[in-house]
């Protein structure tokens, strides 16, 4: 399960050592394989939680209208449409309670984007978790990704990060940028962004995790298909993006 926390870029995709009980990110979505939630009476009392299915009616809405206004998932449908992988939001997506520490995944097994319901509450923070998850899925589709390789797993997160997540504020969020640190802010903040991502699913150290994004970094930062862009906050690259998917063969 790739959690969220290549054309070109398919980095060297050599074995990785054996694992045992390796849960591959999936104890952060407890209804991936068919375990209902279910919150106790402390959280329903504390936290307001006990109303599971408003929020996936919401989740799904909010699911709905980004599939229909938003010029990025737009983008991404229609890349992964021309990719031989076209989405049916039905099937290929879906609203689940998820830990709090993710918005959303990419389930590879099934082919399906989870949106965190109990996290992702608003239409713009479904617009992120579906532009991320949806280049994960448009990696694994062009490129078939192992999600069990690291060095494949490192390369995908850096690319959602750099194409979808880590704008100027952001990379001040994470601490990766300042007024006084703004050299490479972007850089950074896709290296942190994709670091976290890989301890999330695998449960490795930061030093570890950031070694094997070192490792990977320029070669995948420097794929920018099938956005071309990278996408600055408040401003119109979304849409430019949108309409030049014609140049890449996007319908």
Known sequence: MNADAN???????SADPPQTEEKWGYDLYPERRGQKYQPSLTKIALLGEGRENIDKIKCERNVWNCAQKSPIVKLMLAALKSSGCEVDLSRHVA???CDISVSGGYDPELNQVVVCQNVARSEGMTQGVL???FIHMFDYCRNKLDFK???HLACTEIRAANLSH???????????????????AHQDCVKTKAALSVMAVRKVSEPEARTIVDKVFDKCYN?????GR???????????AYMERFAYGYD
Do not use: Y
């Not at 054309?7 to 995709?13: F, G, V, W």
């Not at 880590?166 to 490479?184: E, H, M, R, Y």
């Open 149 to 151: 390789n690291i060095e």
């Open 166 to 184: 880590c704008s100027f504020l952001s990379a001040v969020g994470q601490g990766d940028a300042s007024p006084f640190k703004i050299a490479k």
């Open 131 to 133: 532009t991320h998850e």
């Open 230 to 240: 990278r996408i600055r906050r408040n401003s119109l690259d979304m849409h430019k």
């Open 223 to 227: 794929d920018l298909e099938p956005i």
């Open 7 to 13: 054309s070109q870029a398919n980095p060297d995709s």
């Open 95 to 97: 609203c689940e309670v």
